[in-house]
């Protein structure tokens, strides 16, 4: 199973918006609506900010919102903040495995 | 509060093996599916193991299949990862992570394995 595709680096300044795309195939991310989004700052541990491709648990700012549109999700960020500089990472249920992106570090200029 | 803690990491030789633990806590473990994930330095993450809460459904990456196993112990709120026949490129951060639906909403701060002679 190969990784999703995310684009390396994607950058803003505070209170714009930012969107990371997530490119899969059939087999994952366009099977099924079972995608999900990570965010991870250097030396922690990763937090599940996005599930079931659109739903935010409660304790994500809903400034973080998610899409999906063929074999491609995407994570978007309004008004971006400082503290939302970190890697992200999309993950797809894929059958019996789950397979993740390739990450993609946002950066807040 | 849910809280995941990862034991058991350190430094292993080639073909060594190493058991990881991972003690529940601020939940019904045994409700839950559980997960295990992985991350080489500087790289993206990488799913492992998946164990149903009855053990009775595992799944794993290919490149684990035969060399790693996931068990638990609801009683103990425990997960397990033994790991044999390590290589160079098992090394890596492991998290566990509780399951919930198809994403994973809780993850401990994990252990440091390095595959090393």
């Known amino acids: 199973q190969s990784a999703l595709t995310q684009p390396r680096s994607v950058s803003g300044s505070p209170g714009q918006s930012v969107t990371i795309s997530c490119t899969g195939t059939s087999s994952d991310v366009g099977g099924y609506n079972y995608v999900s989004w990570y965010q991870q700052h250097p030396g922690k541990a990763p937090k599940l900010m996005i599930y079931?491709?659109?739903k935010r648990p409660s304790r994500v700012p809903d400034r973080f919102s998610g899409s999906k549109s063929g074999n491609t999700a995407s994570l978007t960020i309004s008004g971006l903040q400082a503290e939302d500089e970190a890697d992200y990472y999309c993950?797809?249920?894929?059958?019996?495995?789950?397979?993740f992106g390739t990450g993609t570090k946002v950066t807040v200029v | 509060e849910v809280q995941l803690v990862e034991s058991g990491g350190g430094l292993v030789q080639p073909g060594g093996s190493l058991r990881l633990s991972c003690a529940a806590s601020g939940f019904t473990f045994s409700n839950y599916w559980m997960s295990w994930v992985r991350q080489a330095p500087g790289k993206g993450l990488e799913w492992v193991a998946n164990?149903?809460?009855?053990?009775?459904?595992?799944f794993y990456v290919d490149s684990v299949k035969g060399r790693f196993t996931s068990s638990r112990d609801n009683a103990k709120n425990s997960l397990y990862l033994q790991m044999n026949s390590l290589r160079a490129e098992d090394t890596a951060i492991y998290y566990c992570?509780?399951?919930?639906?198809?994403?994973?909403?809780?993850w401990g701060q994990g252990t440091l394995v390095t595959v090393s002679s």
């Open positions: 992570a509780k399951y919930n639906g198809y994403a994973l909403d809780y």
């Open positions: 993950c797809s249920f894929a059958g019996s495995p789950y397979v």
């Open positions: 079931d491709v659109t």
């Open positions: 164990v149903r809460e009855d053990e009775t459904e595992k």
